[in-house]
Structure formats: structure tokens, C-alpha cells
């Protein structure tokens, strides 16, 4: 089974910069074993929402609209960590920050909360 670790989650004020971590324990990348790890958020209220998203073998990102030039995923195979750099925070970007595995990135599979096999247990991020 794979474990996924958020890290890195706090309060902020607007225009600052946060960076999260996704540890993935049990789930280690080689040639031929990509995935995709996404970043998904939540807001009290409202849906799980797909921020960002990575294929951890060819290092394709993708993201949302909302966060695209202010947000980067990045991913770390020695330490089996994928990490979210989040500049220029907004009140809105505020919510509980999950991470998610899934096999595949591609076709928007990497903001679909229900194609997402293992989940992380979230960290939460406020901006005011």
C-alpha cells in the first residue's frame, strides 16, 4: 500500500509564499512505474477541486487556471517527495490542501478526485 504525507501547510498573508510536501511512502518511481501525483484542495463548503498535478516519470505538469504562474509542482525521486511551491497567495487559495496518486495524469485524469487511488490526510492553508 502507499501512504501519502502533506507537510508544509499554515497561515499566511496575502502575497506571500508557501511550500507543501507530498512524502509517498510505498510507492517509490523506477522506469516503468510512473504515475501521477496531484495536489487537490478544499474549501469549507465547497468541492474538492483539482489544483496541480504531476507524472512523476516524465515530469509533465499540469494545472489549474486559477493557480497557473503562481503555483509549481515539483517532484524529488531521492526523496520520494512531491513538492507545491505556492506564490502570491490569495484569500481564495485558502482550504484544506490534499495530496492524491493516481496511474494516470493525462486526459484529466489528474484533477479527478474519483480516478485517484490513494489520498493523503490533508494540510491546511490560510490566507488573510
Known amino acids: 500500500d502507499v501512504q501519502l504525507v502533506e507537510s508544509g501547510g499554515g497561515s499566511v498573508q496575502v502575497g506571500g509564499s508557501l511550500r507543501l510536501s507530498c512524502a509517498h511512502i510505498?510507492?517509490?518511481?523506477?522506469?516503468?512505474?510512473?504515475?501521477?501525483i496531484s495536489w487537490f484542495r478544499q474549501a469549507p463548503g465547497k468541492e474538492r477541486e483539482g489544483v496541480a498535478g504531476?507524472?512523476?516519470?516524465?515530469?509533465?505538469?499540469y494545472y489549474a487556471d486559477s493557480v497557473d504562474g503562481r503555483f509549481t509542482i515539483s517532484r524529488d525521486h531521492a526523496e520520494n517527495t512531491v513538492y507545491l511551491q505556492m506564490n502570491d497567495l490569495r484569500p481564495d487559495d485558502t482550504g484544506t490542501y490534499y495530496c492524491?496518486?493516481?496511474?494516470?495524469?493525462?486526459?484529466?485524469?489528474?484533477?479527478?478526485?474519483?480516478?485517484?487511488?490513494?489520498w493523503g490526510q490533508g494540510t491546511q492553508v490560510t490566507v488573510s
Open positions: 492524491a496518486l493516481g496511474r494516470q495524469c493525462r486526459g484529466g485524469g489528474w484533477s479527478s478526485s474519483s480516478t485517484r487511488e490513494y
Open positions: 510505498g510507492y517509490t518511481y523506477t522506469s516503468g512505474n510512473s504515475v501521477c
Open positions: 504531476i507524472v512523476t516519470g516524465g515530469g509533465t505538469q
